[in-house]
């Protein structure tokens, strides 16, 4: 079973950065489009941003749209998230999923995912 590894999550003030990352062992993530996924308490899962098999393509969810930025190296088969300007509204764990469905601002994971692995928490808080 595939099983992505999410870290790099921590306590942040507000206006910091933070970079997750993305990894996966014994599996390529080279061949697959790569999502991010956040689940604040009390809120469902919602998608973050994603990005395409080379790298290419990459897509937003309006509030983080100029604040964070997907990228890839294949060659280290992991997937990273680099968030700045942090706000607490921010806050939650993050996760990231094979081959979501990316259309503009919209990610969701693919219908029937269930392979969530345990996520990284991110709170931005003073």
């Known amino acids: 079973q595939v099983q992505l590894v999410e870290s790099g999550g921590g306590l942040v003030q507000p206006g910091g950065s933070l970079r997750l990352a993305c990894s996966a062992s014994?599996?390529?993530?080279?061949?697959?489009?790569i999502g991010w996924f956040r689940q604040a308490p009390g809120e469902s899962r919602e998608g973050v941003s994603c990005i395409n098999d080379s790298g290419r393509s990459t897509y937003y969810e309006g509030s983080v749209q100029d604040r964070f930025t997907i990228s890839r190296d294949n060659a280290k088969n992991t997937v990273y998230l680099q968030m700045s300007r942090l706000k607490p509204e921010d806050t939650g764990v993050y996760y990231c999923?094979?081959?979501?469905?990316?259309?503009?601002?919209?990610?969701?994971?693919?219908?029937?995912?269930?392979?969530w692995g345990q996520g990284t928490q991110v709170t931005v808080s003073s």
């Open positions: 999923a094979l081959d979501p469905v990316c259309m503009g601002t919209r990610i969701d994971p693919r219908p029937g995912y269930h392979n």
């Open positions: 014994g599996f390529t993530l080279a061949n697959h489009a």
